[in-house]
């Protein structure tokens, strides 16, 4: 038996996250800004218990079967669409994420970027860094107005409601579709519901705040991209899958839709010959919606946290497959003990 488990942390952490672990682990943390390689991952999963994982690392069936001693898999993220974790679960490794505690801030970034993107922030700025800025003009740079609009919300979780009491504070209209009725939402801020042709139809801006599901993948394409206004504006800060980027430029380059402003993208990071990036009515940020100082401090320490709580042998508040609850606590004690 290990006097210490030991864990794997694919990436330096803000905060004293790593100093948690260190307290009661062997840790070992993966020196590069980018991620480790599959292989590298898979290497290091080998004589693991607990990982501590980003967005970016992919946790598949391969790498869980050459983690025989894995006991759990800590998500420093509110998605887990990068885990396998009906794979896990069949594995009996228990896998959390962190939830909750980014919700503020991403609204923040989410709310910035649609004002970015209406008021031709980012593209102002490169008109004046480029030396085109020669006099004041009463058609420069014309934007639509964000107060009083509608905003359309797909997906009013933590996030998305957040998101709607910004809108509310400059007047805006509401409305969102999701998988199910958000009526506390629908109370505080007065936001209505409605089916996603309709909201998309109607809306002036569109934020995107679903999870990434086989049912999502592609939620916004072609045909929705027609079935919005001229002058609409898209924003996505949860999934750059959610939205079929092809589609996007078209729409885009054409003049279907006015405008787009991106914190994710698909792929990720953009390539730099993408042709996104060759417009001026696209904003693109490289994913940095919970990137303030305290919300990236405290999502470290949560997924500390929560694999501090699983290698003690005790299911933590934030796991996803709670189901092998029961036989994860046997396996885990057994694999400790190897």
Known sequence: MPDRPRVFVTRNLPGDALGLLRQTCEVAVWPDQLPPSPDDLRREAATTHGLLTLLTDHIDATLLAAAPNLIAVSNMATGYDNIDVADASRRLVLVSRTPGVLTET??????????????????????????????????????????????????????????????AGFGMRVLYHGRSRNT?????????????????????????????????????????????????????????????????????????????????TDPEPLPADSPLLALDNVVITPHIASASIATRSEMARLAADNLLTSLAGAVNDNAVNTEIAGDWRAAAAARLHS
């Open 106 to 167: 991403s609204a923040d970034l989410a709310f910035g970027l649609l004002l970015a993107a209406a008021r031709r922030i980012a593209e102002g700025d490169r008109y004046v860094r480029a030396g085109n800025w020669r006099t004041w003009g009463p058609e420069i740079m014309l934007g639509p107005d964000v107060h009083g609009a509608t905003l359309g919300i797909i997906g009013l979780g933590r996030i998305g409601a957040a998101v709607a009491r910004r809108a």
């Open 184 to 264: 506390q939402a629908e109370k505080e801020v007065g936001a209505a519901y409605a089916d996603l042709d309709a909201l998309l139809a109607q809306s002036d801006f569109v934020s995107i705040h679903a999870a990434l599901t086989d049912d999502t993948r592609g939620l916004i394409a072609a045909r929705q991209f027609g079935l919005m206004k001229p002058s609409a504006i898209l924003i996505n800060t949860a999934r750059g899958p959610l939205v079929d980027h092809d589609a996007l430029y078209e729409a885009l380059r054409s003049g279907e839709i006015a405008g787009a402003a991106l914190d994710v």
